[in-house]
C-alpha cells in the first residue's frame, strides 16, 4: 500500500533550523507525482506550505514561507525534503507530506519553534 512517511521534526529554537523528509513507497514512477507540504497548527485549518513538480523544475510557497523554506526532492531515493530556515513560532504545526493527485497523506511530523 502506498505509504508516506515524514521524519525530521523536532523542539528548535527561533531563528534555528530543520530539515524534513518525506519517504514515498507502495507506488511506481514517483518522478511522475507532484508533492506537496502541508501544515497544521492547533485550532487552526491545515494550509499548502509548498509544492514541487515531479522532475523537480516548479516550485510553490505560501507566503508566508517564501525566502526561509525550500521544498526539494531526490527520486532516486523516492524522497521529498523540505528545508526550513529562520524559524518562527508560528511555524510551529504538524507537517504533512502529500501526493495531491490520489490525496495520499503521511502520518505528520510535529515541528515545534521555541526558546
Known amino acids: 500500500q502506498v505509504q508516506l512517511v515524514e521524519s525530521g521534526g523536532g523542539l528548535v529554537q527561533p531563528g534555528g533550523s530543520l530539515r524534513l523528509s518525506c519517504a514515498a513507497s507502495?507506488?511506481?514512477?514517483?518522478?511522475?507525482?507532484?508533492m506537496r507540504w502541508y501544515r497544521q497548527a492547533p485550532g487552526k485549518e491545515r494550509e499548502l506550505v509548498a509544492g514541487?513538480?515531479?522532475?523537480?523544475?516548479?516550485?510553490n510557497y505560501a507566503d508566508s514561507v517564501k525566502g526561509r523554506f525550500t521544498i526539494s526532492r531526490d527520486n532516486s531515493k523516492n524522497t521529498v525534503y523540505l528545508q526550513m530556515n529562520s524559524l518562527k513560532p508560528e511555524d510551529t504545526a504538524v507537517y504533512y507530506c502529500?501526493?495531491?493527485?490520489?490525496?495520499?497523506w503521511g502520518q505528520g511530523t510535529q515541528v515545534t519553534v521555541s526558546s
Open positions: 502529500n501526493r495531491p493527485r490520489f490525496g495520499d
Open positions: 507502495g507506488f511506481t514512477f514517483f518522478s511522475s507525482y507532484t
Open positions: 514541487i513538480t515531479g522532475g523537480g523544475e516548479y516550485t
